[in-house]
């Protein structure tokens, strides 16, 4: 099992940054890929960006550019660096964490950006 712990969301203005943090804990050997996804009101949940144990990235093209994954395996921890925000970035943003046989979500962390 594997818990993760979502941290870093808050209200921003359009154009500012925020930083997003998630802390992976239980049996974190196992973890091969963690990544962000988030999920707007009435939509499906989306990928925003992934990141294996070697460091490869993956972004959804709306947020290349702006969003920087990094991730921190000293500390089982995975970051999402989010800058010039826009209010359509608005979404609760949820961790993952892909095992070789199942993946784990955290509990969400609500961005708001608005004026």
């Known amino acids: 099992q594997v818990q993760l712990v979502e941290s870093g969301g808050g209200l921003v203005q359009p154009g500012g940054s925020l930083r997003l943090s998630c802390a992976a804990s239980g049996s974190i050997f196992s973890i091969r890929v963690m990544g962000w996804y988030r999920q707007a009101p009435d939509k499906q949940r989306d990928l925003v960006a992934t990141i294996t144990n070697g460091g490869s990235t993956t972004y959804a093209d709306s947020v290349k550019g702006r969003f920087t994954i990094s991730r921190d395996n000293a500390k089982n921890t995975v970051s999402l660096q989010m800058n010039s925000l826009k209010p359509e970035d608005t979404a609760v943003y949820y961790c993952?964490?892909?095992?070789?046989?199942?993946?784990?979500w955290g509990q969400g962390t609500q961005v708001t950006v608005s004026s």
């Open positions: 993952n964490a892909r095992t070789g046989i199942r993946g784990y």
